[in-house]
């Protein structure tokens, strides 16, 4: 074995005769063991925050969008339609009739969205899943609608309240003068499902099938807002977005989920470096009480330190002894940190001990990437912070 390594476990693992030495190394190995937990739970409470985040958004937007970059509608010719049929990693395609409306109920209004759907739009989100309350379209009952949670509570809304719709308006195109009292195309629908996620989106749309939607619009037959994509393999998505950006041409935008959710994916994404950084320096403060106890042994041990100095151990050998029980610290003390840190996140997966609301759960995520960087911050955390306290060990210091 290492003979730096060899005196380094000893001086570890044996209790010194000094007592304030080893309560000094024993609140150290406390500092690493609880920053380690610390900072595994915070990175898998964000990577389940995250993948919760992720999931909302599966709901409301699908994995590629195609509009137009010219005005708010097109038409849907043979060309596109091919393009999209002949693409292998496209497994379901809708149309979309989308366009901003009022909304009226009982003398309350609202602005909202409409937006009309295909029967298969279930294949490209998951928005049947987010539902809280009803059901999802069906294609063979007209007049139905489908809204999110915050538009039914501001309307005071309820689900197949009949004889009592709501009323969509959209204002009526066209120049010169416009009588008030039939300045809107407008339709009448039954509530059939609420919906729930983000607020934005709760607050966002009305959805009925497209029919409806293009009635209300007296839009064309193939006259379409947007073509909604689900892929085969959505972590593609940029490439195949590229793809079709190019078969498409410059007439119409491409984007994927993450471009359709730019700000969102920034602020989950600098949430989680931000919480790391500032757990990461809470770990670095602890790490001084690492280099006090290593200092400490290396006063306590000067006249070992001699004795092997005077039997040819090299000056830095001596200092490897200290630099590997500093290491050796914070790596058991790392272990037992991460052991009861994936218990704990276990166990908060398992039992709910920690929640948002009465029915959901704070959101944790295993991930081995997590462990990894754990592992990584602590362990070479633990050689700088060995490296500066054996730092203090030189010839004259020892021969003193």
Do not use: C
Request: proline residues 2%; aromatic residues 12%.
């Amino acid at each position: 074995m290492n003979f730096s390594l060899y005196i380094a476990k000893r001086y570890l693992f044996t209790k010194t005769s000094n007592n304030a030495i080893n309560i000094i190394t024993i609140i150290a190995s406390f500092g690493v063991i609880v920053g380690s937990i610390a900072l595994f739970i915070i990175l898998s409470g964000f990577s389940g925050l995250r993948t919760f985040s992720y999931s909302l958004l599966d709901a409301s937007d699908p994995d590629i969008k195609i509009t137009t970059l010219k005005g708010k509608s097109f038409l849907l010719t043979d060309d596109i339609t091919k393009v999209l049929e002949n693409h292998p990693a496209i497994e379901a395609s809708s149309k979309v009739i989308e366009e901003r409306v009022f909304l009226e109920h009982n003398d309350k209004n609202e602005i909202a969205y409409i937006k009309g759907v295909q029967s298969n739009y279930t294949q490209i989100t998951s928005i049947d899943s987010s539902l809280t309350i009803g059901s999802w379209l069906d294609k063979n009952y007209l007049n139905t609608a489908v809204i999110g949670r915050a538009i039914a509570i501001k309307l005071s809304l309820g689900i197949r309240s009949f004889g009592d719709p709501l009323s969509i308006m959209v204002p009526k195109g066209g120049t010169g003068f416009i009588n008030p009292n039939s300045a809107f195309y407008q339709t009448d629908v039954q509530i059939v499902g609420l919906y729930s996620g983000t607020e934005d989106f709760e607050s966002k749309y009305v959805y009925v099938n497209l029919e409806e939607a293009r009635n209300l619009l007296r839009f064309k037959k193939n006259q379409i807002t947007s073509i909604e994509l689900k892929l085969t393999n959505a972590l593609e998505a940029d490439k195949i977005a590229k793809d079709l950006q190019k078969s498409l041409g410059d007439a119409f935008k491409v984007q994927t989920k993450e471009q359709l959710n730019e700000v969102f994916y920034k602020v989950i994404n600098t949430e989680n470096v931000v919480s790391y950084l500032i757990f990461t320096l809470i770990v670095i403060i602890a790490l001084f009480n690492v280099i006090g106890a290593i200092i400490m042994m290396i006063i306590d041990k000067k006249h070992n330190l001699k004795t092997l100095f005077n039997l040819g151990t090299s000056v830095k050998e001596i200092k490897r002894i200290f630099i590997f029980q500093g290491f050796l610290l914070t790596f058991f003390g790392m272990l037992i940190g991460l052991a009861m840190g994936i218990i704990l996140v276990f166990l908060q997966k398992q039992f709910s001990f920690f929640m948002i609301t009465e029915s959901l759960a704070y959101p944790v995520e295993f991930r081995f990437t997590n462990l990894i960087i754990v592992i990584l911050t602590i362990t070479t955390l633990g050689f700088i912070a060995a490296k500066i306290a054996s730092s203090r060990i030189s010839r004259e210091f020892i021969e003193k």
